[in-house]
């Protein structure tokens, strides 16, 4: 048997027949279109292996293409693995990455020296600015931020500054970006630098007039494999393109699986058609004002594959609409009798609170909105409606719900003509305390509720110094065009204050006198965009001004501008009924799943058109670059591609598979596929059921400790899965106590810290002096007495003899403009640097970091700083160094060059750093996509997974269900699923039912296990000592309110949990017990919160919200607080 034959014969037990067919097929072009977890990146890496062990192909002539350094790092790890050391021989990167490598060997060829550097955002944007001003510019009309997305789209396009600006000749506003655009251009050039889109962009410039150079690369790379196809944008698919045209040995993998739903009827001039018929040019009805509406041509048509939640709204008339949940319609609040609202209310300087009240209220002998009292009342500033209930009862049970779920308070913003202990001053401290922005923006992303779209305003207040002060901005508000058949558009302000007022007329604007001394700014636009753009500028003229923009569509009041997954019940939405414009009113809002095409039109000069009877708005979210047709089209490209679907789910042992395929079976809506795997069973699905949450966590600790001991694994085999962020904290402290590594995926960019962005400034100058930006940033950080008006007069002296500005700083002595007291201060600055580019040369780049740190004075400046950020500023600088001493302990070439490009080209997408060994927590939605061999479940209950809205709509349900589908399949080999009897909510001890989803599990792929240690117990046991006959069990003292017999067990309407009123320890609280949310008992002050906890010395130091007597701030030691 011949080597190849034996290899093949492995393949084959190795892998499925289609991932087989994937690794296997290697001349020509192949499209592998990837289902979740079937094992594309293992076809990838056998693939590899397979050409290099099988076929002899040399290393060096395979590229494999990733999207991120992580998944790139985890595939050259998997190849190494199969083959060994000549893995190293191999480009398995990024496509930046792989740029930059390309870049450095060959820029010289298009005018760029190799030390060249890679700007970030930061930087670009200082670059921007000042090209602005070159070109005479003036932020206030064309913002800095518009010109980067300008710039950066006609890159992802792969357009040149000539040809933006050939394109946009007649457009005076893109001519004036495009003069930016080339200045910008010719700036980076002069500085030796790119940006980030420049990689790529350059890349394809330099194969493009330098055919030897693409050739080189052609035979270099015979072989070329990209994943993630479907995210590759212009200049990406370019790049592919040219290197694989020469021997067209192209692999790619990906997903075609990618706001209305296909079949959308929209409004023509005689018939209503099919949104996906519809082509550029055609005429749609559209709302044109005052209930009237006109034909428009479209301008364009977006279709993409959407894979997600969609809401369906259906309206007493008899409407229907589906779209995504993001796709904006027009809609408002109705005055409907006999409702009451549950609502998030927000106010400038507070935050947020929950509330509730009656959709209508008498006010002055007449009825007005409960909404508007309560605003009003409070003095706040705007509202969303979380729920529309039809009782008093109800809404009290959901204000307290979703008061409780998300941690954000109840308590009133306004404490002056209420009957209430708590003092104003109180209710300041405590929205201090809490952090409601975060939570307030998790609430949103749940009920698709959107910041910039509230239900409710307050409004603007003219008078004094108010910070709520409007651009009013009312679309087809104004007079008709005779000629087009739409109304214009009204913007106008009216504020007051002679300072105010100045600002408006400096900026050139026609100001008015108002009555009693106020001001006024008022105009109408024919154009809909120009409208936007002046209401834009307006509001720039100070920043307390903010847009209100409405639609006057019907004769009656205008309609706000609403995203459909924020539409509530009883609301009213604007509808077509003949060619008349009129409200209708919404009876319901439900989710459903979909898997299809969606399209959007854009109809210049109305931004509007109606589809199934509804007048909706453009989409307004769209992804920047990525071009879904790349993939789609790959078959035109290359007509004898070969297709290979992989469906089979490889990463998951047949009973993980199983089980999941029983809890997914039982959703309605979805396609008849289950995933499959020829694995063998595995270990059945472990099941633990504790009797506290703290109970929860230590067990989950303690297996983690067992297992990794006993069967040789790391800790980053192991994955903690919980539905919401705010579970993770009871895992967390166990695994404090138990020693166990741990890291929460999330958080704050490292790089993007202001003195890790400092110091990497000083090293990029050291490598490239030519980098002015980099030089301006630290040529007076630490402060060195060089102010800025210096820094311009060194700059214009490097203008005028077109200079770099360290060519500059090297002939200070020369520039006439500054004082001996300026030289003074730069020579020293520029013999630091002189020194430190010396030593570069030889020096390990962490021991530069130090040295720079040392003889700057940077951290000795840090250091005499009493400011607490100081301080963290320093632990952060210790890291930068670590972090530089892990790339010179794991990289191959150490050089300064090759850190800060692998600085440069950390992505955003790079959730999970590998470096060190610890256990992941994440959310199960975070965990899309992963795999790790050990996977826990956490919070398995009914209540919390699925969360107690699931038990109140189908679809809800149906989503959770979902979820619990993907945190399944997460587990390559072991799985547990854990739940607790009782856990601590907001200092309450609440009680829940075992998750149905563990119900729905057969017997036969699931163990209980027991609370010494993992052993196998039979179902009838586990309940009989873990639960009700345990002694430390609540159970036999509380009702349950959610049933653990399956969903269609009949269940109260008061679903999720319930109280435990006067549970005690009997024991003070201890130091790790008193933790925020808990509730105590303090014999003088009664029953308490605690809101805030903090280091004294060796005590701690705790703010109590106490219910009758306040707030009080005590020490630990001293309070003598029992746990309820």
Known sequence: ????????????????????????????????????????????????????????????????????????????????????????????????????????????????????????????????????????????????????????????????????????????????????????????????????????????????????????????????????????????YELVKLLASKYKNICVVGDDDQCLVEGSMVSTENKDVEIEKLMKEDLVRVASGNGETSLLKISDINKKKYCGKIVKITTKNNRVIKATPNHISFGKISLEEDKYYVYLMYKSGFGYRIGQTSSVRSRDDRDASGLDIRLNGEQADKMWIIKVCDTKGDATYYEQYYSVKYGIPTIVFNSRGRNITISQEQIEKMFKEIDTINAAEKLMEDEFLYNEYPHHL???????????????????????????????????????????????????????????????????????????????????????????????????????????????????????????????????????????????????????????????????????????????????????????????????KGNILNAANVVIVNNSNRKSKALRTEQELGSKIKVYRAYSDSDEGDFVGKQILDIRKNEDKKYNDFAILYRTNAQSRIFEESFRRKGIPYKIVGGTRFYDRKEIKDILAYLKVLINPQDDISIRRIINVPKRSIGDATVNKIQDF???????????????????????????????????????????????????????????GYMDQLKKSNEIEDKSRIENLKELVSDAVDFEKNSEDKSLSAYLEKVSLVQDTDKIEDEDDSVVLMTVHSAKGLEFPVVFMVGMENGIFPGSASFEKESEMEESRRLCYVGITR??????????????????????????????????????????????????????????????????????????????????????????????????????????????????????????????????????????????????????????
């Open 971 to 1124: 587990a390559k080999e072991i799985l547990f699923m854990t739940s607790a009897e009782v856990r601590r909510v907001f200092g309450k001890t609440v009680a829940y039912s075992q998750s149905d989803f563990i119900n729905e599990i057969k017997p036969d792929l699931k163990e209980y296990v027991s609370v010494e240690k993992t052993g196998i117990k039979s179902r009838e046991s586990f309940i009989n000592k873990s639960s009700y006959n345990n002694p430390h069990s609540l159970r036999n003292n509380m009702t349950r309110t959610v049933s653990g017999s399956g969903l269609n067990a009949s269940r109260p309407n008061s679903i999720g949990s319930s109280s435990i009123g006067n549970v005690s320890s009997g024991d003070y609280i201890s130091v790790a017990e008193a933790t925020m949310g808990r509730k105590v008992m303090h014999e003088k002050f009664g029953v308490g919160t605690i809101v805030s906890v903090q280091n004294s010395g060796d005590d701690k130091k705790l703010t109590i919200a106490f219910d009758k007597q306040g707030v009080k701030v005590l020490l630990l030691s001293f309070a003598k607080l029992k746990m309820i």
């Open 798 to 856: 490097a203008d005028s003899f077109e200079l770099n500005m360290w060519d500059a700083l090297s002939e200070v002595r020369s520039i006439p403009t500054l004082t001996p007291r300026n030289v003074s201060c730069i020579d020293p600055f520029v013999q630091l640097m002189e020194n430190l580019m010396i030593l570069s040369e030889t020096t390990p780049v962490s021991m530069l970091i130090e040295t720079i740190l040392e003889d700057t």
């Open 1 to 236: 048997m011949g080597k190849e034959e034996k290899v093949m014969l492995d393949l084959k037990n190795l892998l499925n027949k289609e991932q087989y067919e994937g690794a296997t097929t290697i001349e020509g072009q192949v499209l592998i279109l990837a289902g979740a977890g079937s094992g594309k990146t293992r076809v990838l890496t056998h693939r590899i292996a397979h050409m290099v062990e099988d076929l002899n192909i040399a290393p060096y002539n395979i590229l494999a293409i990733t999207f991120t350094n992580k998944a790139a790092k985890e595939m050259k790890d998997r190849v190494r693995a199969l083959i060994g050391e000549c893995a190293e021989n191999m480009w398995i990167s990024t496509f930046h990455s792989t740029c930059v490598k390309i870049l450095r060997r060959e820029i010289d060829k298009i005018g760029y020296k190799s030390s060249f550097t890679i700007y970030d955002s930061s930087d670009q944007k200082t670059l921007v600015k000042e090209c602005m001003k070159t070109v005479n510019i003036n932020d206030k009309d064309i913002s800095e931020q518009e010109i980067i997305s300008k710039i950066g789209k006609a890159k992802d396009r792969m357009q040149t500054a000539r040809s933006f600006k050939l394109e946009n000749e007649s457009n005076f506003r893109e001519n004036k970006i495009a003069d930016v655009y080339e200045m910008y251009q010719k700036r980076l050039k002069e500085n030796n630098a790119l940006d980030f889109d420049d990689l790529i962009f350059k890349t394809v410039e330099l194969f493009k007039s330098n055919p030897e150079t693409l050739e080189f690369y052609q035979r270099k790379f015979k072989y070329i494999m990209v994943d993630e196809y479907q995210d590759t944008n212009g200049a990406q």
């Open 458 to 652: 307050s409004n603007a207040v003219i008078r004094g110094d108010s910070i709520r002060k409007r651009v009013n901005l009312s679309f087809f508000g104004g007079k008709k065009s005779v000629q087009r058949g739409i109304y214009s558009h009204r913007i106008g302000l009216n504020s007051s204050g002679d300072d105010s007022k100045n600002k408006f007329i400096e900026a050139g604007f026609n100001v008015r006198d108002g009555q009693r001394n106020t001001y006024r700014v008022e105009t109408e636009r024919a154009l809909y965009d120009e409208a936007e753009e002046f209401a834009r500028k307006l509001s720039m003229v100070e920043e307390s001004f903010e847009i209100l923009k409405k639609a006057k569509l019907s004769n009656d009041k205008s309609f706000m501008f609403m995203p459909i997954g924020s539409f509530k019940p009883g609301m009213s939405i604007a509808i077509q009924n003949s060619e008349k414009i009129e409200e209708d009113i919404v009876i319901s809002v439900e989710l459903e799943d979909y898997d299809g095409y969606v399209y959007d039109l854009n109809i210049d000069n109305a931004r509007n058109y109606i589809a199934n009877g509804i007048v909706v708005h453009n989409c307004i979210y769209q992804w920047r670059g990525a071009d879904i047709k790349n993939i789609l089209d790959f078959e035109k490209d290359y007509p004898d591609a070969k297709v290979i679907k992989l469906e089979q789910n490889y990463r998951s």
